[in-house]
């Protein structure tokens, strides 16, 4: 448990006038009704000059209370022990008055959510103003100068007119590029950017990292870049450190960490994400178990219960994080070698040239409700037999029986032509007159296959929503054809709609939102069944099937949603969907609020379950990484129209439209070297209104081939015709005057 | 601030050991009990409604003229909280008052809890111009000002001859803010992605009102509810001390201060019980309140307009 | 902004068309104008009730009242809102409601404005200081006093406090609290000086009865806003940037904080007034609580709904202002 080691040697390193911010076995707990949590423990780290750190973990790793630890942004009831010093001076328990000369003068913050970041009720010039004034003593003007200023640095268009506007008026990622002005306002030694792109889209996101390196390289600032994404972190920073459950277990140079893991839990988590530059085939790697609850942290070391490799020792006694030597032993670090790899793990050397799927099992069984891998083979036998049962039922129905034997084409279940579907934006009078709308969709066509998944594609706001719940009925078109194995579905009455509902379920993005925290797990997944009038002592058998069919302990009926863990609900949300007997399953995002390390096997269940049940799946998702492991077929959405489709394979190994193009260059690899070195295709600006779309191709306002390669006559053509979809060969289609393949990974 | 919100996390507090083995009921009663004032209060209203309720079957004296009672007896003796001039019994009269009063706001609770949470539930259900048009009527009763509309309506009628007819008169002035709180919460639960589920399924809208909905909103309905309680009681309580609510023979606590202002100094043992008991029974139940929303409703919702 | 002002004053009109039926229709129907006549003794003959029908436009059927009640078109010169006039009133032929109501209004407005301008002023204040003091024994204080003071009923503290002004005369020997009567006439013609003494005296005790229904709610919801505005990602963000602790409070919170008060504070404008009548009940003063009870007492519908749909216009300008303050208040809502 102790580091003194380090300290002997910080003793040396405190004369170091290259170290911006020291980190110093950095504790924090916060009191709660049920004892103490120690929510960080003994957190040590050392930035120098200009270097940029990450520090990686799940959500609850005590990621962010570290740095707000450091910043003195807790809450007062926080017990905050240990030391943070930036160039030499202790920040740790200052006055306000002291704390305040240190804050945004030396060392700056960003914060995740740019929507609740900055105050509504004040201009943005104001509030960059206020961050120079709080410091220097100029005049408004000189402080409003230098705001725009800044502006204009972070790569904001028309800053002088954004000056005077007020928060809502801009997009989230103005909005974090003004918070990243706000942050370099006053020069500062050290920036820390807590989850800076978690909520934006990923072609904003590379936006507003290129704002973040614009600004490190302004001010020279050094960096801790706080995230739960690894691609991120990736292409980024300099070293990395692992957090899991309060504590560093693992830190070195990001190619280091990356490429030869010496903790099992980095090593899991790397195996557990689909990757853009993976193989389909490959299947992911869930870690067993949960993070532990702060509350009982296990005796020994935290990752012990979900460590495939963990023995006595590891149930015994926590290990210190140790700089690893080449060979496989681990020794105390000497001094100036504090930045190299370190690994807090009794068995690090044994990792030496392991991969995670020697050491993670594939699994689809639900990861988190189990502890050791004999439990997950009895899970899997389970499984196993549930999926028989489900079978033979679903064969004893005939009508969803499928005869596909004899054709050579897979079936066209569900058919779309041409979907629009237009809100009208109301007045908030009593009457609600209808003053604009927004078009939502404009025309989308599909079709999808038996047995297949087609992926639907596209940043927030593009219409992939909407279409998915288009194609269930669950809103009203506005125009345009809808057909199940033939039959027309659009305008047909809600009680006409009812039987079809039977074939065509849908899976949620969020899994807490997506059960009524009021009923019995039973009940939810029952309730389906109860609608279409099924008997109560069939839907009980039938639910207990369903549960194990997706990997739960069956007798967990009667236990209420807050008792599961995220994937254990997503993993409901999916029996619910299948207690109908469906052919179709549109999934909206099904994996995107998971950790990583549970997302794996949700999705490696879906897998399952398509390849046994034939089921046919529609896969909603922003996730460009997630879409290449699962899709066979692809399709691109931009502003509510398709831009591109193709298989999978098509799609990724050549990509068409310049924004399929941005997009897929856009998604940071979790891979240092391919992150730093590959070609990449930036757009600019913001996802234009739907409520008011550009003439034309809707991409253009944003398309770098517009701005940059095609000549006067060729733009207006852009800007005139909308491109319209068409095959260039073997299925693969985009929606682009000029379209040309470019190979990105 | 929340454990939650510290951590930035997307994803709540697992369910460990410790709360899995709870039910839902247990962990409100758990939560409720340890509100310690809310727990004080609960006792203390028990023993008040015990008091108005079988208190009078104990005690001789009920609350109508007696001859044989002499007028203006300062508290002690056979008369502990003495006697009114024209011959009652401060106990027995204040035993009777607390009852009517209790039922009387008991009675406006429920039926404005009844008749609110449909309306809101509706109108936050389906949206739109329903939503417009349902809002707008609950609107017009939201600001006509309670204690007096009623007031005017009892008087009017002379509906203070029995208690129901008030309870009546005030619960129809009093639905709307239950409604509006319903509406509120209806509004932010139908986007829930529970809600669209059973749409997906092919359930119907009174399906998902009774069984999504509503449930669903009952946290801050019962605190709605409770709060309406001390509302309706001040309500009753103004109309009587104006003498506009229930009428002689029949008495309520307002009444009874109503009857003894005049005489705060001279007879003060009629003008403070009343008062007094007026006073814990309001605070009781707005501590009750305030401790089932703690237990219900821990991340409270505010409703804007 | 004009546009958005416009569009919330239209907005309100629907809704006082709607609540001028609902007063209409409810006092309409519950009541009976000639009970008192027809109560006399020795009974009155079938004309001299017939006459009092026709005064009071009883003969006509009640969608044709509502009607001439709104505009006047067809009656006698003695009615019609739209007019100006209320109606006639059951107190007698020269008894007249509108001249009566605006006389009083005055009275009854000067004590409602004084207490919401103090109740918000104390509300504030001991709002933001609950919340910057969370879970201390002052904090668990002003809460208790915030439940006591709900838990009032207005009238009886209005009660106490008349003995307890009559108590304090009595021992500074002087008559520092007038506890009877609105006094608007007592100092006509003195000077400034006296007149606000006067006015003072007249005020302070029912003032501070009426403030401290309003106060304990409102302080309650200010306390509520801060706490939720004091741990917002901007006021964190604002301490990142290195502003000192008070001007975070003073210039990012409070500020924020301030702005649902308004909508609250606009809807308790109907339980103010509820409050007012049962102050100047016990007070005495000839304002509209005064007017109201004569007027239930009367039977006297058209003076009742007069004074209902007035309260109820009072309430829907309070609203509205509070609609528009927001609109300034809060850039998100100030759309074209």
């Known amino acids: ?745 | ?305 | 902004m004009l546009v958005y002002t416009m569009r919330r004053v239209l907005g309100a009109l629907p809704v006082l068309v709607l609540a001028s039926i609902l007063t209409f229709v409810m006092i309409d129907v519950s009541g009976d104008p000639l009970a008192d006549i027809r109560m006399q003794q020795p009974p009155p003959t079938e004309e001299v009730i017939q006459q009092a029908e026709e005064r009071l436009y009883l003969d006509r059927s009640m969608p044709e009242r509502y009607w001439l009640w709104m505009t006047g078109i067809g009656g006698n010169g003695d009615i019609g809102l739209l007019q100006g006039e209320f109606g006639p009133s059951t107190q007698g032929p020269q008894y007249e409601i509108g001249p009566a109501i605006v006389e009083r209004l005055w009275t009854t407005l000067r004590l409602v404005g004084a207490a919401m301008i103090f109740a918000l002023g104390l509300a504030i204040i001991t709002g933001v200081i609950s919340a910057l003091r969370q879970y201390s024994k002052l904090d668990y204080t002003l809460t208790f006093i915030g439940f006591l003071a709900l838990a009032m009923p207005t009238f009886w503290l209005a009660g106490i406090m008349q003995a307890g002004g009559v108590k304090f005369n009595q021992l500074v020997g002087d008559q520092v609290f007038a506890t009877i009567g609105d006094g608007r006439f007592r100092a006509e013609g003195q000077p400034l000086g006296d007149q606000l003494l006067n006015a003072f005296a007249h005020m302070a005790l029912p003032t501070i009865v009426l403030m401290l229904i309003s106060f304990a709610s409102w302080s309650r919801y200010q306390r509520t806003s801060m706490l939720e505005v004091m741990n917002s990602d901007y006021v964190r963000l604002a301490r990142a940037k290195g502003l000192r602790n008070h001007v975070v409070i003073r210039r990012h919170a409070l500020r924020t904080a301030m702005i649902p008060l308004t909508t609250v504070v606009a809807i308790g404008v109907s339980s103010v007034i509820d409050g007012a009548i049962l102050t100047e009940y016990v007070f005495q003063w000839r304002g509209l609580g005064d007017f109201f009870i004569t007027a239930v007492d009367n039977n006297d519908s058209y003076a009742l709904m007069g004074w209902l749909l007035l309260s109820g216009v009072i309430v829907i300008l309070a609203n509205l202002v509070a609609d528009l303050l927001y609109g300034v208040l809060d850039p998100r809502i100030r759309y074209e």
């Open chain 2, 1 to 305: 601030m929340s454990e939650n919100g510290m951590f930035g996390s997307t994803r709540p507090k697992k369910a460990r050991k410790d709360t899995a083995d709870r039910t839902q009921l247990q962990t409100i009663v758990l939560r409720f009990s340890r509100h310690r004032p809310a727990m004080i209060s609960l006792v203390l209203l028990v023993l008040i409604v015990l008091f108005a309720f079988v208190g009078p079957l104990f005690w001789i004296w009920d609350h109508t003229v007696y001859k044989e009672i002499p007028s203006n007896l300062p508290p002690g003796g056979d008369h502990p909280l003495g006697t009114s001039a024209a011959g009652n019994d401060v106990l027995g009269q204040l035993m009777r008052g607390a009852q009517q009063t209790l039922k009387v706001a008991f009675s406006v609770s429920l039926l404005s809890t009844f008749v609110g949470s449909l309306w809101g539930a509706t109108a936050g259900y389906y949206g739109g111009r329903v939503d417009a048009l349902m809002m707008r009527v609950v609107d017009i009763f939201l600001i006509v000002p309670l204690l007096v509309a009623a007031a005017a309506i009892a008087g009017n009628t002379g509906a203070g001859a029995s208690w129901s007819a008030i309870a009546l008169i005030i619960a129809i002035f009093s639905w709307a803010t239950i409604a509006r709180v319903v509406r509120g919460v209806v509004l932010s639960l139908r986007e829930q992605e529970f809600v669209e589920a059973a749409r997906a399924s092919g359930a119907s809208a009174p399906w998902i009102i009774f069984r999504h909905l509503l449930p669903n909103a009952a946290g801050p309905i019962i605190v709605a509810a409770t709060l309406l309680v001390a509302v309706a009681i001040l309500a009753e309580a103004g109309m009587s001390f104006l003498g506009l609510g229930i009428q002689l023979p029949d008495i309520s606590l307002g009444q009874m201060i109503g009857s003894a202002r005049t005489a705060v100094s001279t007879r003060p043992w009629l003008f403070y019980p009343p008062g007094v008991l007026l006073v814990l029974i309001c605070l009781t139940i707005n501590f009750i309140g305030d401790g089932l929303r703690d237990a219900l409703d821990p991340r409270q919702t505010r409703v804007r307009r």
């Open chain 1, 1 to 745: 448990m102790t580091t003194e080691y380090m300290n002997e040697e910080h003793a040396a390193a405190a004369t170091d006038d290259d170290v911006v911010l020291e980190v110093t076995d950095l504790s924090v707990t916060f009191p709660s009704d049920d004892g103490p949590l120690p929510a960080v423990r003994e957190v040590s780290y050392r930035l120098r000059r200009g270097e940029a750190l990450g520090i990686v973990g799940e959500s609850g790793s005590g990621k962010s209370v570290t740095s707000m630890a450091i910043m003195g942004l807790l809450p007062r009831n926080a017990r905050v022990e240990g030391s943070a010093k930036v160039l030499g001076q202790e920040i740790l328990g200052l006055s306000d008055k002291e704390i305040s000369k240190v804050r945004g003068q030396k060392i700056a913050m960003i914060f995740q959510d740019p929507l609740t970041s900055l105050n509504p009720v004040y201009t943005i010039g104001y509030q960059i103003a206020e961050a120079v004034l709080a410091h220097k003593k100029v005049s408004k003007q000189v402080a409003m100068a230098r705001a725009l200023e800044l502006l204009e640095i972070v790569g904001i268009p028309s800053p002088d007119q954004r000056l005077k506007q007020y928060p809502h008026e801009l997009s989230g990622g103005m909005r974090q590029r003004v918070v990243i002005a706000i942050a370099m306002a006053n020069d500062p030694d050290v920036i820390i950017a807590d989850e800076p792109t978690t909520a934006l889209d990923v072609t904003v996101q590379a936006q507003v990292l290129d704002a973040l390196q614009r600004a490190r390289r302004e001010t020279g600032a050094a960096l801790v870049l706080i995230t739960h994404d690894l691609g991120v972190v990736a292409g980024q920073v300099d070293r990395v450190g692992v957090m899991y459950a309060g504590r560093i277990v693992e830190s070195g140079p990001v190619e280091e960490v990356f490429y030869r893991p010496r903790m099992p839990y980095a090593l899991g988590l790397l195996g557990s994400l689909p990757r853009l530059d993976g193989d389909r085939s490959d299947r992911l790697t869930p870690i067993l178990g949960t993070p532990p609850s702060l509350r009982d942290l296990p005796e020994g070391c935290g990752f012990a219960p979900r460590c495939p490799m963990a023995r006595d020792l590891c149930h015994q006694e926590e290990p210190q994080l140790l700089l690893t030597l080449e060979g496989g032993d681990r020794g105390p670090a000497e001094a100036g070698d504090a930045d190299g790899h370190t690994a807090a793990c009794h068995f690090s050397g044994e990792l030496t040239g392991v991969e995670a799927s020697d050491l993670f099992q594939a699994t689809s069984v639900d990861t988190e409700g189990v502890g050791s891998v004999a439990e997950v083979e009895a899970a899997e036998s389970l499984i196993a037999e549930a999926r028989e049962e489900y079978l033979e039922e679903a064969r004893a129905e005939p009508e969803t029986a499928p005869e596909t034997a004899g054709s050579t084409e897979p079936e066209v279940l569900l058919s779309a032509t041409d979907l629009v579907k237009h809100f009208p934006i109301r007045s908030q009078g009593l009457l609600r007159r209808k003053v604009g709308e927004v078009q939502a969709v404009s025309g989308v066509s599909l079709d999808l296959r038996e047995r297949e998944t087609l992926a639907l594609v596209g940043e927030s706001g593009c219409g992939k929503s909407t279409t998915a719940r288009l194609l269930l009925n669950l809103i009203r078109l506005t125009s345009g054809e809808l057909t199940y194995m033939g039959r027309p579905l659009h305008g047909l009455s809600d009680r006409r709609m009812r039987p079809l509902r039977k074939d065509l379920q849908l899976v949620f993005q969020d899994p807490f939102a997506s059960l009524d925290p009021r009923m019995a797990v039973a009940d939810i997944i029952g309730e389906p069944m109860r609608i279409h009038g099924s008997g109560h002592r069939d839907a009980r058998k039938r639910v207990k099937e369903l549960l194990e069919l997706v990997g739960l302990n069956p007798e967990h009926g009667s236990r209420y949603p807050h008792e599961f863990s995220g994937g254990q609900r997503q993993r409901i949300g999916v029996a619910r969907a299948l207690s109908l007997n469906p052919r179709v399953l549109v999934l909206d995002e099904p994996v995107s609020a998971l950790d990583v390390s549970i997302q794996a096997g949700v999705i490696n269940l879906l897998e399952d379950l398509q390849d046994e049940l034939g089921l046919s799946y529609l896969f909603v998702s922003h996730d460009l990484s997630v879409v290449k492991h699962i899709a066979d077929r692809v399709s691109v959405m931009y502003l509510g129209k398709i831009v591109e489709t193709a298989t999978t394979e098509q799609l990724f190994r050549a990509p068409a439209h310049p924004y399929t193009q941005a997009l897929i260059s856009a998604i940071p690899l979790p891979d240092p070297i391919k992150e730093r070195t590959r070609e990449r295709i930036i757009v600019t600006g913001d996802i234009p209104s739907p409520a008011n779309p550009p003439s034309g191709c809707r991409f253009r306002t944003r398309c770098p081939k517009f701005a940059g390669e095609l000549s006067e006559a060729e733009r207006t053509k852009c800007v005139e015709e909308p491109p319209e979809l068409l095959d260039r060969g073997a299925g693969h289609r985009d929606a682009c005057h000029y379209s040309q393949v470019v190979e990105l990974i």
